[in-house]
Structures are given as structure tokens and as C-alpha cells.
């Protein structure tokens, strides 16, 4: 059984933590064991089960977590970036390709979030956040090219 959950985990502790929940699972339910399967193949069956579950939840807490990185990346200093004009963000923003120009415009001026313009655009969630963040550095690119050479 240890060696089931550790092949779908791919990690020792995990493998151990998903074993322990399923001898806990299998105990506390042990009435809906029909013997229609051997007990081994029962509990394998929920150790499985168990594995699976750990690890489609560790890779949604490791979405969440990228997503913080990204939303945790999204903040514009404004003390160490220079005072742009309007018309200079116009023309940066003119210089941007279609996509991120029409994401950065969704999520910053009409104040739509990122799921919104996934619906609205019709893509992903986190392509709408990566469109943004894309949009966003090319934009400082753009208006620092300005600065440096307008």
C-alpha cells in the first residue's frame, strides 16, 4: 500500500501522511466493506483514492500560490518610477500588441478582474493575469525607452 502511494505522490512523507488517512478512512468505514473484493483490494482502492486527492490538492494549492506570486508582483511602485504623462502612456500604450493592450485596458481602466476578461475575452483566467503582467513590463519598457531617448 505504501509503495501504491508513494508511485502516485512521488514523495516519502506524503506517501505516509496518504497511507494514515486511508487505514483512518478504511477503519471508520469498515461497515461499507461488502467482501464483494478482497479486503486488499478495498483498501487499495481508497489509498488510491486518498493519493489522488492529496495531489490534485497539492497542485491547487500551488496554483493559489503562483497566483499570489502574481498578484504580489502586479504592484507598481510609484515612488521609484518617474511621473509619466498622460499623452506619454497613450503613446506607450499604442505601442503595446492588441492582446495585452486590451487586457491592461479591461483590468486597469474599466476595472474589470482577472476573471472577468477571461469571460469577456474568452480565455484562461491566469492568460488574462500573464497577458497583464506581459503588458505591464513592456509598458514600463516602453515609457523608460521614452524617458531615457524622447
Do not use: C
Not at 11 to 39: K, W
Not at 62 to 73: D, G, H, Q, R
Amino acid at each position: 500500500m505504501f509503495n501504491t502511494a508513494l508511485r502516485i505522490t512521488g514523495e516519502q512523507t506524503d506517501a505516509e501522511d496518504v497511507l494514515q488517512e486511508a487505514f483512518v478512512s478504511a477503519f471508520q468505514n469498515i461497515s461499507s466493506y461488502r467482501a464483494d473484493a478482497a479486503f486488499g483490494a478495498w483498501l487499495k482502492k481508497i489509498v488510491i483514492n486518498k493519493a489522488l486527492n492529496h495531489v490534485q490538492k497539492s497542485k491547487r494549492d500551488l496554483m493559489i500560490a503562483n497566483e499570489s506570486e502574481v498578484e504580489a508582483e502586479e504592484t507598481w511602485n510609484e515612488e521609484t518610477e518617474p511621473n509619466y504623462t498622460v499623452e506619454s502612456i497613450k503613446r506607450a500604450m499604442d505601442g503595446l500588441p492588441t492582446g495585452f493592450r486590451t487586457v491592461l485596458s479591461l483590468y486597469l481602466f474599466e476595472g474589470y478582474d482577472h476573471k472577468e476578461i477571461s469571460e469577456i475575452l474568452n480565455i484562461s483566467e491566469s492568460t488574462s493575469k500573464t497577458q497583464y503582467k506581459r503588458a505591464k513590463d513592456k509598458l514600463k519598457t516602453i515609457l523608460k525607452t521614452e524617458v531615457n531617448y524622447g
